[in-house]
């Protein structure tokens, strides 16, 4: 729940030590990690020298979330790799994760970038219809297991699958998208997941439910993109279950990085 307004808050680069070190913290603070899987300030640094991008979100002078992205080279083209988000609890659900996005967005654009790209997981619902259906990412490739073992009691010990994000910038889907006129989509496939997940990863005694829905719906995606469909629109209905949608992915954009 949110208990704290958006007015107010600031989103801007980071570029100090003391930031960074702020940034190490808050993954604490949002995930739990150990000190194994924490992301050190020294990368934080070397994502803001090396033209990647770290902005922070401040409530005063308190950095209450960041994002951070990396330089990528895929496909004899450059984009942006975002590769971490978090927000502190107090502060979420009132638009600061998408705010930040939409930051990310704007530096990316001032620089000529045409595709920013994120890892998530197609188990987190919220994080699910951000990306799709308010941001108007595709998906269109899956790896099982990305990361390996996590240490963030959010995993609930599954194997951290990872759906590939694709944000085309200029793109008309996603332009319409966040001046809030999405284009209809044909959808063909749905892969449905049930609210009951968090549940489920975090009681031992129904974990087993939700490594069964991981790998039944990680094989209805890897068959889905081996025959050119892609996630290209993301439903939440009242009961809080979420749905992926797949169709065909048209942009001409595509080209050169399929």
């Known amino acids: 729940m949110n208990t704290h307004s958006e007015t107010g808050i600031e989103i801007r680069p980071l570029t100090a030590l003391e930031e960074f070190e702020r940034c190490v913290v808050l993954q604490l603070e949002v995930w739990g990690y150990s000190d194994g899987d924490l992301i050190p300030r020294r990368v934080f640094l070397v994502a803001q020298r090396i033209g ?17 992205a990396l330089p ?21 659900n009132g638009g600061l994760g998408r705010r930040l996005k939409l930051a990310q967005r704007d530096d990316a654009l ?8 994120w890892t998530f997981d ?13 941001l108007g990412a595709i998906a269109r490739r899956y790896k099982a297991d990305f990361y390996g073992p996590s240490s963030s009691p959010l995993q609930g ?5 990872r759906l590939y994000a694709e944000w085309w910038l200029k793109s008309p889907r996603v332009a319409n998208i966040l001046a809030g006129t999405p284009e209809p989509i044909e959808t063909i496939e ?29 094989k209805a995606f890897e068959s889905a993109f081996s025959r050119g469909l892609a996630a290209i629109g993301y439903e939440r209905d009242a009961h809080g279950n979420g749905t992926f949608l797949l169709g065909r992915w048209n942009d001409e954009e595509q080209g050169a990085w399929s």
């Open 72 to 92: 990528g080279y895929r496909n004899g083209h450059a984009y942006l790799h975002s590769h971490m988000l978090a927000v502190l609890p107090d502060y979420r």
């Open 122 to 134: 197609p188990l987190e619902i919220k994080n699910a219809h951000l990306n799709i259906a308010r």
């Open 110 to 117: 001032a620089r000529g970038f045409d595709l920013m790209e």
């Open 157 to 161: 010990g599954l194997p951290t699958d």
């Open 52 to 68: 990647g991008q770290v902005l922070g979100a401040f409530d005063g002078d308190t950095i209450v979330g960041f994002a951070m």
């Open 190 to 218: 749905r892969i449905t997941v049930p609210h009951a997940i968090y549940q489920w990863k975090q009681d031992p005694q129904t974990r087993s439910l939700a490594q069964e829905l991981q790998k039944t719906n990680r």
